[in-house]
């Protein structure tokens, strides 16, 4: 069955940076997009970026263009997000959540989240 | 971007209850449209992509329907299982956005 499980949230401070990772199994990595979500504490939902399947393209949200990046790592079948200049805005649990294919842009299968806390 | 609105914001209703959610767009999104549920402290459920394509495992009393700019998601009879927040989300074009969520409780 299909299993995503993030690591690497915690709590920076503004300025910072913080790397997220999800380990991905249940299904042929190199063939499905993925994507990061966040939710902000009693929120709704904010999708942040998008990692095609061969990582050639990649989308991300205005509220983070620029900050962070998104990557995966095939050998290692894992999803990242760097995240830089962190503000106190970008505290949430972030999902990683896999796409229904490459290009149907939504998602079927979810982690069970990281919460990163931004604060002095 | 693609603004979603979904109304209303919080619906109380009970056991056995019809129940409906709007989901509008703020462009033509034709067909492009799931629906998920989140429970408190945990992730998203995806119930229905495509505006009315149920998942798999997902049961029969959930529907959705609608194209272009609204879009419904209706719970034929709610059952305990069901009290939970529900969000909309557009899947025509990046940057991909939900709406603000519709929080199902007990009346």
């Known amino acids: 069955q299909v299993q995503l499980v993030e690591s690497g949230g915690g709590v920076v401070q503004p300025g910072g940076s913080l790397r997220l990772s999800c380990a991905a199994s249940?299904?042929?990595?190199?063939?499905?997009?993925l994507h990061w979500v966040r939710q902000a504490p009693g929120k709704g939902l904010e999708w942040v970026a998008f990692?095609?399947?061969?990582?050639?393209?990649?989308f991300y949200a205005d509220s983070v263009k620029g900050r962070f990046t998104i990557s995966r790592d095939t050998s290692k079948n894992t999803l990242y997000l760097q995240m830089d200049s962190l503000t106190v805005e970008d505290t949430a649990v972030y999902y990683c959540?896999?796409?229904?294919?490459?290009?149907?842009?939504?998602?079927?299968?979810w982690g069970q989240g990281t919460l990163v806390t931004v604060s002095s | 971007d693609i603004q979603m609105t979904q109304s209303p914001s919080t619906l109380s209703a009970s056991v056995g209850d019809r129940i409906t959610i709007t989901c509008r767009a703020s462009?033509?999104?034709?067909?492009?449209l799931a629906w998920y549920q989140q429970k408190p402290g945990n992730a998203p459920k995806l119930l229905i992509s495509?505006?009315?394509t149920l998942q798999s495992g997902v049961p029969s009393r959930f529907s959705g329907s609608g194209s272009g700019t609204e879009f419904t998601l209706t719970i034929s009879s709610l059952q305990p299982d069901d009290f939970a927040t529900y969000y909309c989300?557009?899947?025509?074009?990046?940057?991909?956005?939900f709406g603000g969520g519709t929080k199902v409780e007990i009346k």
């Open positions: 990692i095609r399947n061969d990582g050639t393209n990649k």
């Open positions: 989300q557009q899947h025509n074009g990046y940057p991909l956005t």
């Open positions: 959540a896999k796409d229904r294919s490459s290009g149907w842009k939504y998602f079927d299968h």
């Open positions: 495509q505006a009315s």
């Open positions: 249940g299904f042929t990595f190199t063939n499905y997009g």
């Open positions: 462009q033509n999104i034709s067909s492009w």
